[in-house]
């Protein structure tokens, strides 16, 4: 069984900045990578940005430049510093893990960040 334990969403000025954290406990015994998808309404899930094990990053292009992705692979946690929110950044985010043992990613239950005008 593995959960992922999403936190740091919230509702936020545009140009604010947030941290999105994720930690990963259960039967992992080896990370592939992790990252971050978001859903807004109406739309279909999207790649935000994912990190490897070995530090490889990637990042959808509306959010280059904005924010960064990072791992601590002692605590099995994923951050996203999301700087300079803008409006269309409003969604549900969800948290992805990929291990090496499970034929089929794992998501969290995705945490709300909203940015108003």
């Known amino acids: 069984q593995v959960q992922l334990m999403e936190s740091g969403g919230g509702l936020v000025q545009a140009g604010s900045s947030l941290r999105l954290s994720c930690t990963a406990s259960?039967?992992?015994?080896?990370?592939?990578?992790m990252g971050w998808y978001r859903q807004a309404p109406g739309e279909q899930r999207e790649l935000v940005a994912t990190?490897?094990?070995?530090?490889?990053?990637r990042y959808a292009g509306s959010v280059k430049g904005r924010f960064a992705i990072s791992i601590d692979k002692a605590k099995n946690t994923v951050y996203l510093q999301m700087n300079s929110l803008k409006p269309e950044d409003t969604a549900v985010y969800y948290c992805?893990?990929?291990?090496?043992?499970?034929?089929?990613?794992?998501y969290g239950q995705g945490t709300q960040v909203t940015v108003s005008s």
């Open positions: 259960g039967n992992i015994f080896s990370i592939n990578a």
């Open positions: 992805n893990l990929v291990v090496q043992e499970a034929p089929y990613p794992y």
């Open positions: 990190i490897t094990s070995g530090g490889i990053t």
